[in-house]
């Protein structure tokens, strides 16, 4: 008979491991939120005060909260079975998301909440007493240290709800204040637009959940542009399954030129919105994917107005591999078949818009195509409000400024439009832009190497 030996893994080392599951701040807040939504709340926010010079950030909702036993069981890593039955509202899955995507971010988790008709309560962990201790010490407050938590004061619990705190954060150990603001700033920027973007189907409707980040109350931001004057709903189809439903619908987006500024802006620029073609995949109403093709389909850049929606419950978390981050899936064979399929049609709705859409087309968000249809004359330029582009000549002096400006200039006059011409009417697979490879070829020219290396 086997002897049966101590197999534990040791907490010391096991929470290295749960730290890194691969979070990224969005995605942590994202599951932190997937939870305030389950427990019904109407109101979320997240928060990360800048001046403070311990940062902290509190993500705070008005759900139904949770009595002492019950936040006491949930504190444990994998509380819950993943095979059990969920409420079909349920966004939960594995039991861990709290703690996991806690833990990919701080090194301190402290819980408080309050169930009507219960007491509030707290819990916390830290990881340093865990490494020190080797031990899962899980800690329970009283109420007075409750009272004590400083940043209950300015968030208090008034009926029923949840508050997280994450404390010692790695990500802001920075000693420079200016240097720490800002880089609190822009981390609340980028998770706002995420934010507006993965919930934007709670975000509006009757029942619309309010969530702020930073004190301010976000819009939703609908990667369809559903309702824009020139947006287009393709078809749609449901794939039924033993578990649960499926819907896909098809959506092309209105040409840029036929969308207001604020609109473009507020989505992070034409090349933002060109870059996301693709499949956009809810779970229960939450955006887990979006865009690429999930290998169905080409990137195609005529094709960057295409969208294809796709709705799953999470009673099919299984069948579509979810994982634990609820930040990839697979797609079943079944509906490989039918996105093949039915991805054609956008695509396809996509080049016709941009065709149809006059006289200047961007052509990419590299290259700008003018067409002059009096003087029938077309001319290629460099698209000049490229993102990447702006940011790196922010940063140049007027001399270079004036030197990039007449160097694109002449790299648009010397396109060798006969060579590509002659080229691709004889051979157009002859043409191998796509293997563009910049190293070897810098690396082939010694002096320009000499630059690049500075
Ligand atoms: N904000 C909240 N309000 C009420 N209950 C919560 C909240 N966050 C978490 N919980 C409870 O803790 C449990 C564990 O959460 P979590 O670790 O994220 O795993 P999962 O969401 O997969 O169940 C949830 O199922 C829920 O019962
Ligand atoms: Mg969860």
Redesign the pocket.
Known sequence: MPELVNGNPSPKSHIKTLMRIGYDLNSAVA?II??SISAEASEIAVACPPDSSEPYILISDNGIGMNEGELIENMRIGCKDPSLERDLKDL?RFGS??KTASFSQARKLTVISKKKGSNICAAYWDIDEIEETDTWCLKKLNTNEIKDIPQLSNNPISKNGTLLIWEKIPKFFIKDHVSLEKEIASNMVDLAKYISLHFHKFMQGPNKVSISVQNRELKPLDPFLKGQPGSQDGPSEPIRTKKGKVTVNTHILPHPKRISKSLIDEHGGIDEIYKNQGLYIYRANRLIIAGGWMGISNTNILGNLARVEINIPASLDDEWSTDVKKSSMQLPPKVKTVLKRLGKVPVEGSKKEHNYSGNKQIANQYWDIIEDEVKKTVKYHIYLDNNELKSFTEELTKDKKIALKKYLQNLCINLPYYHIFQKHAADPKAIEQNEIDLDTFIKARKELDKIWNT
């Open positions: 599951d997937d939870n939960g998301g709290m």
